[in-house]
């Protein structure tokens, strides 16, 4: 019995065998109507269906990492890919191949009408080929959420990290929420990058929303402001509130030599002043004016 | 559980060849699509190690491989030496730890900017030192 | 051997690192700025990094050495320009490049040298006021 076989039993009854797969397919009711089309499922099938055939034509094991099955995992491949960023589920996606073991085992028992020992080799070697198919296409689908839910959180960190300049040569990033080394790493990245684009000289870096700075949140400030003091830039961390004064002198933290306000009014007014603004009030109770 | 896409080797024997040593590394990070940042990381890390390499093993050899486990890739590279080798591990690997005139943050500084570090040496049995950055 | 040019700018040295740097050529320019500082009896000297991709420990020492010796001859140098990715990996190395003067570019770097000179100026025009008062 060899792959061949199988692929001529195939080839001998592919009209009966296509149409059952895809109806099948159809009355399982897990095929998602809403996103496929019915035509879409059966040029799928008969596509997939011609790539196996030739395939089996050409390999003599059910392995499917061998260069004779590429056709076949390149199809599967970007089937189950597409069919995870369109939104199916796990089991819906996995039908596909799944549905296709009742036509094959039927073709087979009509090959072998009479040969049990054959029938059965036959089948131990469709069973074989399908269960590999459709760990394959589980695999694949899996890997494309993966990337989904990777860049998904990138895409989050990036947007929970907004540098904004308050003024010439000023640029301000509000943190909120915590800051693990990940996120601070994005956090660093960005703020540099923001400083070279805008030319800044001196960055605020507000804590208002930081729950809790323990020694290693402390730790992933310094470092930023090492990096952006590396560049020609200093920074002033604002927004420490009390509390989180009180801890950070309690478990010894260390900012060093960083400028700390305890509001971002107060870190804008001493930026201003270093970088030589000056704000006055035109008029008891008027707008403010920069000079 | 990864597999090797591709493996290159460089000699370090003299100074010239760290600068091989950068070259070669970024061009891999590159085509791993590390970001900007790791492959700043990593050919940093590199540098210093090459340099080490060089000054106290003697010279060497320096293997490259990029890796792939399933969606992640990683940039693998190896420092072999046959030189006196390394008496206390842990002294070496602390910062500010140096026998050779520098500014003792090779070892340790070089650990911190990659993802895993290995190190095997001893006495008279020459240094081989391992460093991977991944995606 | 290849080295690195250093230009004169007024009571300014410029020299901007555009090579992928290997050791003897640092410690040329090393021995190449200290040269120039004396004969020209520059007050300042800008290094632009911008276009460097990488600075280990190595490259960072000789930053810090031209700061420390430029001082030792009477003159400041700032580091201009350090790359966002490259000045990360550094914190992370674990050199933060103390007592080196820094600056976003050649511009920002030249003000702040200005400042510097200017002070010295001010400082050193007093002294010859006090004799006379």
């Known amino acids: 019995m060899s792959l061949s076989k199988l692929s001529e039993i195939l080839n001998a009854d592919r009209t009966r065998l296509l149409a059952e797969w895809v109806s099948y397919q159809n009355e399982s009711g897990q095929v998602r109507g809403d996103l496929i089309t019915e035509r879409e499922l059966t040029r799928e099938s008969e596509q997939f269906f011609e790539l196996l ?16 099955y590429k056709g076949v995992r390149d199809f599967l491949g970007e089937l ?34 009479g040969d049990a020992a054959g029938q059965a080799a036959a089948l131990w070697m469709a069973t074989e080929l399908l269960d590999n198919l459709g760990l394959f296409t589980m695999e694949t689908f899996m890997e494309a959420r993966e990337e989904v839910i990777k860049g998904q959180q990138s895409d989050m960190l990036e947007l929970s990290t907004p540098v904004v300049q308050l003024w010439d040569g000023i640029v301000a990033l509000p943190l909120i929420g915590t800051l693990d080394s990940n996120r601070t790493s994005i ?35 310094l470092k930023t402001v090492a990096a952006a003091r590396l560049m020609g830039a200093d920074c002033i961390i604002s927004g420490i509130r009390p509390q989180i004064a009180q801890t950070m002198v309690h478990l010894q933290i260390d900012l060093g030599n960083v400028i700390t306000k305890a509001t971002m009014a107060e870190a804008l007014r001493t ?17 403010l004016h920069q000079k | 559980m990864s597999t090797i896409l591709k493996t290159e080797k460089l000699d370090v024997s003299e100074e010239q060849h760290i600068v091989a040593v950068r070259q070669a590394v970024r061009r891999l990070a590159l085509e791993i699509k590390l970001s900007l940042v790791d492959q700043t990381k990593i050919v940093t890390a590199a540098s210093e190690l090459a340099r080490n390499l060089l000054i106290y093993g003697g010279g060497g050899e320096v293997i490259l491989r990029t890796l792939s486990a399933g969606i992640r ?19 070496a690997l602390r910062d500010g730890f140096t026998s050779g005139g520098g500014m003792g943050l090779g070892l340790g500084g070089a650990k911190r900017l990659v993802n895993e570090f290995e190190i095997d040496s001893a006495p008279g049995r020459g240094t081989r030192i391992g460093i991977t950055r991944w995606k | 051997m290849d080295r690195i040019p250093i230009l004169t700018m007024g009571q300014f040295l410029l020299v901007t690192i555009q090579v992928d740097m290997h050791d003897r050529l640092a410690m040329a320019l090393q021995d190449d700025l200290t040269t120039r500082i004396t004969t020209s009896r520059a007050k300042g000297v800008l290094i632009d990094i911008s276009s460097l991709e990488i600075v280990d420990s190595f490259i960072g020492r000789m930053l810090g050495n031209i700061s420390s010796m430029a001082r030792v001859l009477g003159a400041e140098a700032v580091v201009v320009g350090m790359q966002p990715a490259v000045a990360i990996t550094l914190v992370e190395l674990g050199l933060s490049l103390d007592g080196v003067h820094t600056a976003l570019d050649v511009e920002k770097g030249m003000q702040l040298l200005r400042r510097y000179i200017g002070a010295e100026f001010e400082e050193s025009l007093s002294d010859v006021d006090d004799p006379e008062n």
């Not at chain 1, 055939?53 to 004779?68: C, F, T």
């Open chain 1, 53 to 68: 055939r030739e395939a089996l034509g050409r390999e003599s094991s059910a392995e499917l990492h061998r260069p004779g």
């Open chain 1, 187 to 221: 956090v660093m990245e960005t703020l540099l990058q923001v400083i070279v684009q805008t030319r800044s000289e001196i960055a605020i870096i507000d804590i208002t929303g930081v729950p809790t700075v323990d020694t290693q949140v402390a730790q992933h400030l």
């Open chain 2, 73 to 91: 890739h990683g940039l693998k590279v190896e420092f072999i030496d046959e030189g006196p080798g390394i008496e206390d591990l842990e002294l």
């Open chain 1, 80 to 113: 189950s890919r597409s069919r995870s960023r369109l939104g199916f589920t796990p089991s819906e996606t996995a039908l596909f191949i799944l549905s296709m073991k009742r036509p094959v085992f039927g073709a087979v028992q009509r090959a072998f009408a």
């Open chain 1, 271 to 287: 930026a201003m002043h270093r970088s030589g603004f000056v704000v006055t009030r035109k008029s008891a109770g008027g707008l």
